[in-house]
């Protein structure tokens, strides 16, 4: 089972922490949105097609022998120990650690805070970050490149940049992989790579740091079973998010879906507009998922068996409920003695995603006044957490760092659908209660900064009312 790690010291600034030589680095930050992008490895035309990966291409087969090549490393380099410690510095919190060691409720001032029993970094992302820290010590002298955001936090990800760790390049929506050198290292993010950057990055012959979550590469090895069996795979995620794109390059055949929503539309279509009518013509079915689906997707072949599959930080409840639904459509189709036979699925809900959710559903019925949720903006599994707080009425703040916060008391944040708003006095008069969370990438750290934000607010709250 995944669980959730955290220290317990105050942490240096990772904006101030001086590293030693060998990690020591320089770079201003640039937030980067994620992008479903194509590769190129700088030996042919950027516009040819990538490589030779048709109907007959074992991903897995592939997959299984490049990870027992020599320049394969997922396991680190011997450094683990120094390497945590210096993490625990830069992402730790006194603040949080007093919360646990209070049955996580305590007060400070006119502000008492209930913490989330499972909230922040998690075991795979923990192991994400720490591995990219071994990378950079292991390799002083490399250049080092990252073909993604390691994990959707824009503080971790702007360290790793100050290590000068680069990210791939991307032109006309193309990762530019012909500035990897043979001498570099590349590294592989959380979400994972897919199998198309895989492949080229092995004809490079270069040095790989694998970083991805064991968790993905569970659902990687589901679907493959899918397209083994024949069975097309429904994946519930957000079809331009890194982890789905991997994913769905070791799938056969694929539909993503977004929300309950749209898996209702493919439901209803297969039962011929019979379910709830939402569903149209096949010419609306692929406009509606032309992004969405596998090349060459044939509605007519193509959803007759079907198997679950999942982006492992989405809501858990509804990848169960869009479970069900799929599997009474197919009953109701084809006939419950015959489902077996068209419907299959399997549990690939990450641990830590479902523990953090089922931490805010408790927090929720608490008596608070307000939530603060801390995150990446891009960050899914966190969006989620907010989603959780609307749905319940509770007014909710889904921010990335404590810099939403102020001049006074104000505050910039998302909504879980992704809308920016900008409030004034958040923060109501006289005493109050918060919830706080933070998603899987969140370092204590940050959720510790924000904190410091609002007793401040207040502190200065009481001093002009003295």
Request: aromatic letters at 8%.
């Given at each position: 089972m995944a669980v959730a790690l955290q220290f317990g010291r105050l942490c240096v600034r990772p904006d101030t922490f001086v590293l030693e030589n060998h990690l020591s680095g320089g770079g201003s930050f640039r937030p980067r949105r994620p992008l479903s992008v194509r590769c190129s490895s700088g030996n042919e035309d950027v516009n040819a097609p990538l490589p030779p990966m048709g109907s007959d291409f074992d991903a897995k087969a592939f997959r299984k022998n490049w990870t027992r090549s020599e320049n394969y490393n997922r396991?680190?380099?011997?450094?683990?120990?120094?390497?945590?410690?210096?993490?625990?510095?830069?992402?730790?919190?006194?603040?949080?650690?007093?919360l646990k060691t209070n049955g996580y409720t305590y007060s400070w001032g006119d502000v008492t805070v209930k913490l989330a029993k499972a909230y922040g970094f998690c075991l795979g992302v923990e192991r994400a970050v720490q591995i990219a820290y071994e990378a950079r010590k292991q390799f002083p002298d490399q250049r080092l490149w990252i073909t993604n955001e390691i994990i959707h936090n824009p503080t971790v990800n702007k360290r790793l940049e100050e290590?000068?760790?680069?990210?791939?390049?991307?032109?006309?929506?193309?990762?530019?992989?012909?500035?990897?050198?043979?001498?570099?290292?590349?590294?592989?993010?959380?979400?994972?790579?897919?199998?198309?950057?895989?492949?080229?990055?092995?004809?490079?012959?270069?040095?790989?740091?694998?970083?991805?979550?064991?968790?993905?590469?569970?659902?990687?090895?589901?679907?493959?079973?899918?397209?083994?069996?024949?069975?097309?795979?429904?994946?519930?995620?957000?079809?331009?998010?890194?982890?789905?794109?991997?994913?769905?390059?070791?799938?056969?055949?694929?539909?993503?879906?977004?929300?309950?929503?749209?898996?209702?539309?493919?439901?209803?279509?297969?039962?011929?507009?019979?379910?709830?009518?939402s569903s149209s013509t096949k010419e609306d079915f692929m406009e509606k998922f032309k992004y969405a689906t596998s090349k060459g997707f044939d509605l007519d072949n193509d959803l007759i068996k079907l198997g679950i599959a999942n982006q492992t930080?989405?809501?858990?409840?509804?990848?169960?409920?869009?479970?069900?639904?799929?599997?009474?459509?197919?009953?109701?189709?084809?006939?419950?003695?015959?489902v077996n036979g068209h419907f299959i699925s399997f549990n690939t809900i990450c641990d830590a995603t479902q523990e953090r959710q089922d931490a805010i559903y408790e927090l929720v019925e608490e008596k608070i006044d307000l939530m603060l949720v801390v995150g990446g903006w891009n960050s899914s599994n966190t969006s989620h957490l907010q989603e959780i707080s609307e749905v319940r009425g509770i007014p909710s703040y889904w921010i990335d760092s404590e810099k939403r916060i102020g001049p006074g008391n104000k505050i910039a944040y998302k909504l879980h659908y992704g809308e920016l708003v900008n409030k004034k006095d958040f923060l109501p008069k006289g005493p109050i209660t918060i919830g706080v969370t933070s998603g899987a990438s969140t370092p204590d750290k940050v959720v510790e900064d924000v904190l410091l934000k609002v007793f401040n607010i207040k502190q200065e709250e009481k001093l002009q009312l003295a």
């Open positions: 396991k680190g380099f011997g450094h683990k120990e120094e390497t945590l410690k210096l993490m625990k510095s830069e992402y730790t919190s006194d603040i949080l650690e007093t290590m000068d760790v680069k990210m791939i390049p991307v032109e006309d929506s193309k990762k530019q992989f012909d500035v990897v050198e043979k001498d570099d290292v590349v590294i592989l993010p959380a979400f994972g790579a897919g199998v198309d950057e895989m492949f080229v990055l092995s004809d490079k012959k270069v040095q790989i740091v694998d970083t991805t979550c064991p968790w993905v590469t569970k659902v990687w090895n589901m679907v493959e079973k899918h397209k083994k069996g024949e069975y097309t795979s429904i994946i519930h995620g957000k079809y331009n998010h890194e982890e789905t794109i991997a994913t769905a390059s070791f799938a056969g055949k694929y539909i993503i879906v977004k929300n309950m929503k749209e898996a209702n539309y493919v439901c209803d279509y297969i039962l011929g507009g019979e379910l709830d009518g930080t989405m809501l858990k409840g509804e990848t169960e409920e869009i479970g069900k639904l799929i599997e009474r459509t197919m009953m109701r189709k084809y006939g419950v003695q015959n």
